[in-house]
């Protein structure tokens, strides 16, 4: 049985220069056959989403590559890597790979 959909506040790894953790949401919605999982960034609100299959297994690591995605997110908005699409900064286009 897929977990509850709501808020679970596990401190994210080590990220950016600080070293510090930081608290991030996850929230389980099910689509179906499929579950989106949405990473929220407490302290900035900003938030990314994947989607996968539904099932116990598949949840872990759809979890773990929302947490990526977001720490990537975060650390392209602190000037960390280039914007996509955005010629001024040497973005060439959207998408991460996982």
């Known amino acids: 049985?897929?977990?509850?959909s709501g808020n679970?506040?596990?401190?994210?790894?080590p990220?950016?220069?600080s070293g510090g953790s930081r608290e991030v949401i996850f929230e389980f919605t099910p689509i179906g056959g499929s579950?989106?999982?949405t990473a929220v960034d407490?302290?900035?609100g900003i938030e990314v989403s994947v989607v996968g299959p539904a099932g116990p297994a598949s949840h872990r690591e759809l979890e773990r590559i929302a947490l990526?995605?977001?720490?990537?997110?975060?650390g392209r908005?602190?000037?960390g890597a280039p914007?996509?699409?955005?010629?001024?900064?040497?973005?060439?286009?959207?998408?991460?790979i996982v």
């Open 42 to 44: 407490v302290a900035t």
């Open 35 to 37: 579950v989106k999982v």
């Open 8 to 13: 679970r506040n596990p401190p994210a790894p």
């Open 77 to 79: 908005d602190s000037g």
């Open 68 to 74: 990526l995605k977001l720490q990537q997110r975060l």
């Open 15 to 17: 990220s950016g220069k």
């Open 83 to 96: 914007k996509p699409n955005d010629p001024s900064t040497g973005g060439t286009g959207g998408g991460i």
């Open 1 to 4: 049985m897929p977990p509850e």
